[in-house]
């Protein structure tokens, strides 16, 4: 059974967005065999990071919250993971990080310790929300079109796909979402949106000891 | 010492920000950039920030012209 430690925290109005579309994967039809090790909200805390990634060994990782190119943040944003401190943790596991540009510095140094692949943004993720959804982020069909993406390419990963098959997977899913704001004449500055997912997509990068990029 | 920051040609920016002013965006879509905005921010506010090239403005204009550019070359009709 593939074993996958996920971090949730729900600080603020962009975690919590990435706390409920992170419980979408976690309760997906398509990954009933996942054996979920789940940090949410207040327990997303370095010393259970460290602690589970010690002793469980999982094998894929699915990071979500605030980020730099240096470091991948949990609950009020204390560092999880941070580049060249305890990254040495990431050895041997295929890691997705939802966190903005942690792919610039710390997913490079992750895979020179040793990490199948990283999946992550190279510069800031962007998303876009509706206010008047705030309280029930789930029916955020607008932050739905930014989340979604990112939930296949988790999915995808957890089914045993590599993580480049992955990234193909939920740049498609990007590709599709852009095609509609960028012809859509219903909403009123729709360009807007698909200008925000054709960045997400492009600073999404695929790291791993085989290649450098994708 | 201070980085120095790349300048923005002036004409771009205004631009970039004639794009923001006439999108007419809902009042109720509001954008978040993750590690630096900190909280969502309406479009006024992205406005604002553009207009003063700080951090935040700078990765907008930045974002605006790779989507152009990218409709230029015609990346996003092949999406």
């Known amino acids: 059974m593939v074993k996958c430690l996920i971090t949730r925290p729900n600080h603020d109005k962009v975690t919590e967005y990435l706390f409920t579309w992170g419980n979408k994967i976690i309760e997906s039809d398509e990954l009933k065999d996942i054996d979920?090790?789940?940090?949410?909200?207040?327990?997303?805390?370095?010393?259970?990071?460290?602690?589970?990634?010690?002793?469980?060994s999982p094998d894929v990782i699915l990071f979500n919250g605030h980020g730099s190119p240096t470091q991948i943040c949990?609950?009020?944003?204390?560092?999880?993971i941070e580049n060249d401190i305890?990254?040495?943790?990431?050895k041997g596991k295929v890691i997705y990080a939802l966190a903005c540009s942690s792919a610039a510095i710390l997913g490079q140094s992750a895979i020179k310790k040793g990490a199948k692949s990283f999946v992550g943004y190279k510069r800031s993720f962007i998303l876009?929300?509706?206010?008047?959804?705030e309280t029930t982020p789930s029916k955020d069909?607008?932050?739905?079109?930014?989340?979604?993406?990112?939930?296949?390419?988790?999915?995808?990963?957890?089914?045993g796909n590599s993580a480049e098959e992955a990234s193909r997977k939920s740049k498609e899913e990007f590709k599709k979402e852009i095609a509609k704001y960028a012809s859509s004449k219903s909403m009123p500055g729709a360009d807007r949106i698909a200008s925000a997912l054709f960045w997400n997509m492009s600073n999404q990068v695929v790291l791993s000891n085989k290649e450098s990029s994708k | 010492m201070a980085e120095q920051k790349e300048r923005i040609n002036p004409e771009l920016k205004e631009l970039v920000l004639y794009r923001l002013m006439s999108s007419k965006l809902p009042d109720n879509i509001?954008?978040?950039?993750?590690?630096?905005?900190g909280e969502p921010m309406g479009m006024d506010e992205?406005?604002?920030?553009?207009?003063?090239?700080?951090?935040?403005?700078?990765?907008?204009?930045?974002?605006?012209l790779n989507y152009l550019k990218a409709l230029k070359e015609g990346i996003v009709s092949q999406v």
């Open chain 1, 141 to 159: 069909h607008i932050a739905e079109s930014f989340l979604e993406p990112s939930n296949r390419l988790s999915i995808s990963i957890l089914k």
């Open chain 2, 46 to 64: 992205i406005i604002s920030h553009v207009k003063k090239e700080d951090e935040i403005g700078r990765l907008i204009i930045e974002m605006e």
């Open chain 1, 86 to 90: 305890n990254d040495f943790l990431l």
């Open chain 2, 30 to 37: 509001e954008i978040a950039i993750g590690d630096i905005s």
């Open chain 1, 74 to 80: 949990g609950f009020k944003n204390e560092v999880l």
């Open chain 1, 36 to 56: 979920f090790f789940d940090l949410q909200g207040k327990e997303a805390t370095k010393g259970k990071v460290e602690s589970y990634l010690s002793k469980q």
């Open chain 1, 128 to 133: 876009f929300t509706d206010k008047t959804r």
